[in-house]
């Protein structure tokens, strides 16, 4: 299907949708009745063959006194994607669920509910999902009129769940932890050593960072995007720059379009070739760690070589690029020799018969409960599912670079290990064939006026999986509501169903094979 059919197969429907209109090529905005969101996500997801991957909210009390919730569906064969909005009484807003047949939209909607104070009276679980015990009741922090308010924890606890029966027992783990990492709760329902279930508490570092983007203007967001997670400032700075060049209309310079495509890679090559040591790490063997790592510093002083920042930050602007590049004549050599030295520290992993019992058939996600998670990224391709951004929705310039998207069936973290291992060596071919194709020109493509009020994404294949950047901006030009969806929101879920059956103490090493971002997902 096109965008156009799209439109019209929802014009010959009996759901009541109003303002088609169809802002850009590919895409099919329209307005929906709060009554009718339920058989609109229906008939997209099920007639239709679409996913629900964003929802946003939004305080328009000031200008419409209303609430409007956002939906954007996707569809990956024929990458077209259905905007639909629906407008939400102000003084009490009420939502219908979606959440007893798809559970991201359970995700979302809770979200909602605990930022903005939209009840959701048919969700299945009234837990909170992002406030923590000691907000104030009347406190929805992405409100127009919240204010900064002091408030302090009062230790009240989280309504977990507990698993009883004869011989069980809860281990609670964090959310303070032994390493440098950001904290999570984890608690552990288990019989002897055998995990049975396993419940996650996250969202302890709430920056409030989509409120930080309000009232910025568009040029001066990208920075704040760099840092929604500090190893994506790649991935997350791009996706926020293609929604505001989407608002605007612009679209990068050619060169442009392949160095985000170097860049983007870069990223994706060092973090795999780090998770790689990681896993191997978790199993006892240490060294693989240790030269993983040195492999990993090789590429990021490479990427300091390139743009002066080791984590690639500091160059994407929206429009393009906001200098040149000049990428070394021995630079893909450089990347070729990583890749030589990290493809002989995986064969003799993979020759290690102590480490491969360790990953066979350990932290197992089926493919079937994948999907219905919405899993995405190397743990979406690990467990079966041929998804990829980069070519369902074709950004940068890998429309032209004949992208190879790796599948295996296993699900294991053996198999979350050796997608790993194949994504950085299409990365490096990726690269390779990017800098093939640069020729001379401009990078920066002059950002006009942001359209107002008429809502924009950014659709970007990070290392992680897709992530997805909405922005609307205001009357003035500045960003009325921007919304982040890392994939961490819609993996980190899964990884309590991967461990069912497993031993406490490769809990670790199921993690790790996860590696999914706490400050990605804890906004």
């Known amino acids: 299907m096109t965008s156009e059919s799209t439109?019209?197969?929802?014009?010959?429907?009996?759901?009541?949708?109003?303002?088609?209109?169809?802002?850009?090529?590919?895409?099919?905005?329209?307005?929906?009745?709060?009554d009718a969101i339920v058989p609109l996500a229906d008939f997209v997801c099920g007639?239709?063959?679409?996913?629900?991957?964003?929802?946003?909210?939004?305080?328009?009390?000031?200008?419409?006194?209303?609430?409007?919730?956002?939906?954007?569906?996707?569809?990956?064969?024929?990458?077209?994607?259905?905007?639909?909005?629906?407008?939400?009484d102000?003084?009490?807003?009420?939502?219908?669920?979606?959440?007893?047949?798809?559970?991201?939209?359970?995700?979302?909607?809770?979200?909602?509910?605990?930022?903005?104070?939209?009840?959701?009276?048919?969700h299945p679980d009234p837990r909170?999902?992002?406030?923590?015990?000691?907000?104030?009741?009347?406190?929805?922090?992405l409100r127009k009129d919240a204010n900064g308010r002091e408030f302090h924890d009062d230790g009240q606890p989280f309504p977990f769940t507990p698993v009883g029966g004869e011989g069980v027992y809860e281990i609670p783990v964090g959310p303070v932890h032994a390493g440098v990492i950001e904290p999570g709760h984890f608690r552990f329902s288990v019989m002897g050593e055998t995990i049975i279930d396993m419940k996650s508490r996250l969202y302890f570092t709430h920056k409030g960072t989509e409120k930080l983007f309000e009232g910025r203007r568009p040029a001066d967001g990208t920075a704040l995007a760099e840092r929604v997670s500090g190893d994506t400032s790649v991935g997350h700075a791009l996706?926020?720059?293609?929604?505001?060049?989407?608002?605007?209309?612009?679209?990068?310079?050619?060169?442009?379009?392949?160095?985000?495509?170097?860049?983007?890679e870069l990223e994706r090559l060092y973090n795999h070739v780090a998770d790689f040591g990681a896993i191997a790490n978790d199993t006892g063997f240490a060294v693989a760690h240790a030269h993983c790592f040195r492999i990993r510093e090789g590429?990021?002083?490479?990427?300091?070589?390139?743009?002066?920042?080791?984590?690639?930050?500091?160059?994407?602007?929206?429009?393009?690029?906001?200098?040149?590049?000049?990428?070394?004549?021995?630079?893909?050599?450089?990347?070729?020799?990583?890749?030589?030295?990290?493809?002989?520290?995986?064969?003799i992993c993979f020759n290690n018969t102590l480490l491969m019992d360790r990953l066979e058939q350990t932290g197992t996600l089926g493919m079937e409960v994948a999907r219905d998670h919405g899993v995405l990224g190397f743990v979406a391709r690990a467990s079966g599912l041929d998804l990829d951004a980069r070519r369902d929705?074709?950004?940068?310039?890998?429309?032209?670079?004949?992208?190879?998207?790796?599948?295996?069936?296993?699900?294991?973290?053996?198999?979350?290990?050796?997608?790993?291992?194949?994504?950085?060596?299409?990365?490096?071919?990726?690269?390779?064939?990017?800098?093939?194709?640069?020729?001379?020109?401009?990078?920066?493509?002059?950002?006009?006026e942001v359209a107002p009020r008429v809502p924009a994404f950014g659709i970007v294949e990070g290392w992680r999986g897709r992530i997805v950047h909405w922005i609307v901006a205001a009357d003035d030009g500045t960003l009325d509501r921007v919304k982040i969806v890392d994939p961490s929101f819609f993996n980190w879920p899964a990884l309590s169903y991967a461990l069912v059956g497993n031993i406490v103490p490769d809990f670790p090493l199921c993690n790790k094979s996860f590696n999914q971002s706490y400050s990605g997902n804890d906004l």
């Not at 909170?128 to 922090?141: E, K, M, S």
């Open 7 to 34: 439109a019209r197969a929802l014009l010959e429907s009996s759901i009541a949708v109003s303002d088609l209109a169809a802002p850009r090529g590919n895409e099919v905005h329209c307005r929906v009745r709060p």
């Open 47 to 88: 007639e239709l063959g679409a996913e629900l991957i964003l929802m946003a909210a939004e305080d328009r009390r000031r200008s419409s006194g209303a609430f409007v919730v956002n939906y954007l569906f996707a569809h990956r064969a024929s990458h077209w994607l259905l905007h639909a909005s629906a407008a939400l």
């Open 90 to 122: 102000g003084a009490r807003p009420e939502l219908p669920s979606l959440a007893r047949f798809h559970y991201p939209a359970s995700r979302f909607e809770r979200e909602i509910r605990d930022l903005f104070g939209i009840a959701v009276p048919e």
């Open 128 to 141: 909170p999902l992002v406030r923590h015990g000691f907000w104030p009741d009347d406190y929805y922090p």
């Open 239 to 264: 996706a926020y720059c293609q929604a505001i060049e989407s608002a605007a209309g612009v679209e990068a310079p050619h060169r442009a379009r392949l160095l985000r495509v170097i860049l983007l």
């Open 299 to 347: 590429l990021l002083r490479l990427n300091k070589q390139l743009t002066g920042a080791r984590l690639l930050r500091g160059v994407l602007s929206p429009g393009g690029l906001n200098r040149d590049l000049a990428v070394p004549a021995d630079f893909t050599t450089a990347i070729q020799a990583a890749l030589v030295d990290f493809d002989e520290v995986v064969a």
């Open 393 to 448: 929705h074709p950004f940068a310039a890998y429309g032209e670079l004949d992208l190879r998207v790796p599948v295996l069936a296993g699900g294991d973290v053996k198999a979350r290990t050796e997608i790993r291992v194949e994504e950085a060596r299409e990365s490096a071919r990726l690269i390779a064939r990017a800098c093939e194709r640069l020729t001379p020109g401009p990078v920066q493509a002059s950002i006009g």
